[in-house]
């Protein structure tokens, strides 16, 4: 693993007991903030990242020393401008960027945790964060934002903690994971087990990594976040620095190339186990479930004002399952605004330079900051 | 700004919970927010307006109100607001009564197509009547389901639902529609509003 520099972390005291029936306390929460906290604490944004997302938005990440996952969105008179909110985002618990995870030591034994970790999920990582707003002394956040699984922690901490957002944007997102999204899942974390390499978990203490597999899952993966149409337009049946097929198993055609480059710097920066917990911890995710078939039970004591947005080619997270979490809100008469985002870049769009995204980001929370009384 | 949105504003009380179903770019949402102080919800099918409506701060839906009308409860809103666009509907039947479910009582504008000019275009011309508020040629309008101010009034009577309030609109002048000048109103209203209820 990299060496961590650089990184914040709050020591959460506070036991906090998880779904799987476990107690944690004293872990480490790794965090990162941008812009400043105003003198009336109400410009806070806590937002949640996605799979193999970490706490650092925007900027130059100290760690993988390349742009920050949502350097599109988050920055100076950006979308989420920090020249005007104070943006908070914090590792999820099970990831591996400094936040309690499967590659930390188990006190008890003294050996890395690998598999012997709890399994999490979004409540818990959700139940972790809100500890943040009591270390920044932050009564009511003015919103919580997230894609992809940042948007499942959106509604699992508006569910959970109805009166501490006054605005909630979940993005391309669920609010119970499909069958095909737990089937790709599945698809990684199989790919993961099959790597000798990965040992069971314990790849720690032989000092190897399921690399070969680690990459393999983020193939798979890869795909799943673009559009059939976006990779036709960007690689087509384009040859890689080769004139003709070579009729072999090298990567031919841009795509394989590409494909394997991901996979590649995947490795460096993510760990094989973190990648089982949270695709566990997205598989586990089902509101509905919770609130015994009722989505809208999910939301019926919050006054925060929702924004949904998804994309015309995200087929991962496909418009009908955000318009599903549309229609339970206006079941319970909430606040809610819906926009579909034309966009052949998939599901991948709230992290790319999709213009009509962003400009219905910056719109929506400087328009609804404006509104004091909201 | 159109000249039915005073109109319009006028049928609604102060605080009152609207929803604004083809709400364009926000502008009548706009007019009632400031002028009645109104709890306002949109739903508009073009992702440009909805855009617009966004950055006005408005709070709007994308949707087809055909199809997604249903997922609001009954009497969700005290008005529920169709501006000129029962005629563009596949179902106008389905879409009133959607609108009452939905709302305690709906405000229903309608381009009258019995209007004199109309009617003097297709007689004389012999072709698809084309004018001011209904600038589209027969094949390419989103007009399928074109009626006059009668045919509204005789359409309530048919499916069923009570006009409060029937309202015609010439040069800009509003007037009331009764039973004793609806074929005068008809003739001359440029457009019908109408304040309706189950």
């Known amino acids: 693993m990299n060496i961590k520099q650089n990184i914040k972390t709050l020591i959460v005291e506070k036991p906090l007991k998880l779904d799987c029936g476990q107690t944690i306390n004293n872990f480490p929460l790794a965090y990162e903030t941008y812009g400043s906290l105003n003198n009336e604490k109400d410009n806070a944004i806590l937002v949640f990242h996605a799979l193999t997302g970490d706490q650092f938005v925007t900027g130059i990440n100290p760690v993988t020393k390349k742009d920050g996952w949502w350097s599109y969105a988050v920055g100076s008179g950006k979308s989420i401008d920090t020249d005007k909110y104070f943006v908070i985002c914090a590792n999820v618990i099970g990831g591996c960027m400094g936040s309690f995870g499967p590659s930390h030591e188990n006190p008890k034994t003294k050996k890395i945790y690998g598999t012997d970790f709890p399994v999490i999920t979004i409540n818990d990582m959700v139940n972790a964060q809100i500890n943040l707003l009591d270390f920044f002394g932050i009564k009511k956040l003015f919103s919580v934002v997230g894609g992809s699984m940042g948007g499942m922690q959106v509604l699992q901490f508006i569910s959970n903690y109805p009166d501490k957002a006054k605005t909630a944007i979940p993005i391309a997102c669920t609010s119970s994971h499909s069958a095909q999204n737990i089937a790709f899942n599945e698809l990684g974390r199989q790919a993961i087990a099959a790597d000798h390499n990965w040992s069971d978990g314990d790849y720690n203490s032989k000092n190897i990594v399921p690399d070969k597999g680690l990459a393999v899952a983020r193939m798979a993966a890869h795909i799943t976040y673009l559009s059939k149409k976006g990779l036709q337009e960007k690689f087509g049946r384009k040859l890689q620095e080769r004139d003709d097929l070579k009729f072999g198993f090298d990567a031919d055609f841009q795509i394989e190339s590409y494909l394997r480059y991901q996979g590649s710097v995947f490795v460096d920066r993510f760990d094989a186990n973190s990648y089982l917990y949270i695709t566990r911890a997205m598989d586990y995710f089902d509101l509905v479930k919770q609130f015994n078939g009722n989505l809208s039970d999910a939301f019926k004591n919050t006054k925060a004002k929702f924004f949904i947005i998804s994309f015309t080619s995200d087929w991962l997270y496909p418009t009908q399952e955000n318009k599903d979490i549309v229609i339970a809100l206006n079941a319970v008469g909430a606040n809610v605004g819906f926009v579909e985002i034309e966009s052949d870049k998939g599901h991948d769009s709230f992290l790319l330079n999709v213009p009509d995204f962003l400009k219905a980001l910056k719109n929506f929370l400087d328009k609804s900051y404006a509104e004091k009384n909201l | ?198």
């Not at chain 2, 009548?28 to 739903?43: D, H, P, Q, S, Y």
């Not at chain 2, 048919?158 to 309030?165: Q, V």
């Open chain 2, 1 to 198: 700004m159109k000249p039915e949105y005073k109109i319009i504003s006028d049928l609604i009380e102060k605080d009152a919970k609207v929803l604004d179903v083809g709400c364009d770019d926000g502008t009548l949402m706009e007019f009632l927010k400031t002028n009645k102080n109104a709890n306002i919800r949109g739903i508009e099918i073009s992702k440009e307006k909805v855009q617009i409506c966004i950055a006005k701060g408005l709070t709007v839906i994308e949707g087809n109100a055909e199809f997604d009308l249903k997922q609001f409860p009954n009497d969700s809103f005290e008005y529920v607001v169709l501006g000129q666009t029962l005629q563009a509907f596949i179902n106008p039947e389905t879409v009133i009564r959607e609108l009452l479910r939905v709302g305690n009582k709906a405000i229903v504008t309608i381009p009258n197509f019995g209007h004199w000019k109309v009617r003097l275009n297709l007689l004389f011309k012999g072709t698809m009547p084309i004018t001011n508020s209904l600038p589209h040629d027969w094949y390419n309008t989103p007009n399928i389901h074109m009626c006059t101010i009668k045919d509204f009034v005789r359409f309530s009577k048919i499916i069923n639902f009570k006009i409060f309030k029937s309202l015609a609109l010439i040069n800009e002048n509003v007037s009331d529609i009764n039973n004793s000048n609806l074929i005068f109103k008809n003739l001359f209203g440029e457009l019908g509003i109408f304040l309706i209820e189950k």
